[in-house]
């Protein structure tokens, strides 16, 4: 009888399993690692990527910051730049206004009718009272209903109750009083009689350079043998009236046009 012993054989084939385990568990773990390490370096581009997005971004947003402080500047300097320029224009005007008015009491001062025998210009302060003007409620919708002789009746008198309410409750509104600086022009005269005075007033208000024109004084004068009308005239002169009148015409023929 013949015995065969194959206890060695399956401690080499169990030997072989277990090797063949670790094998594949070892190749697993390396492609495991390998996968990890490609994993890594495929995020350390796209961090690299966006880090230099982000550097462009900052940079871009500094050229910006830039952009706007030089437009910031240059609208500054564009201000000041126009602000000296209307404060040019207005000595410009002013300067030749001295002649403009001149030529305006020359051609308005009727020959032979009047005669002015003294012209004085002098700045004066003056105080100008501007009414202040409350704010207006908002309007609010009325809710439509169907209107009765009642009901009309009852709303007609709650307005009045209201309106009574109100006038007692609102406190009057103050008028501010602001001061300013003006060029008055006296003009001292003899004229024929009142008429012709009355109709230099209203050829004087009629002026481009003139307003606020009031009559001071008017009393009986005798020179020679002829009865005259002495009389002293004040107004204001606006040398940048003309300039706005002007400004108004241009403005109005493009609109017609």
Known sequence: MIRINLLPVRAFKRK???RLQVSI???ILVGLIAALILVRFDKANQVDELLLEKQKLIKRWEAQQKALEVLAIEKQTMALLNKR???IIDLIKQRSGPVQLLDELIKRTPHGEIWLTELVQQTETIKETVPVVPPKPPARRPAVKRI?????KAAVKQQIITAIRTKRQAPA???KVETKEVQVLTLKGIAKNNQFIAQYINSLENSAL?????LVNSRETKI???RLKQFIIKCVVNYLKSGQKAQKE????????
């Open 16 to 18: 072989e399993n277990v």
């Open 250 to 257: 241009t403005t109005s023929n493009l609109a017609r046009r």
């Open 25 to 27: 568990f070892f190749i």
């Open 210 to 214: 003139i307003e606020n024109v009031k």
């Open 224 to 226: 020679g043998n002829q």
């Open 148 to 152: 009765t002789p009642q009901t009309r």
């Open 85 to 87: 320029i209307s404060i």
């Open 173 to 175: 509104a103050q008028p």
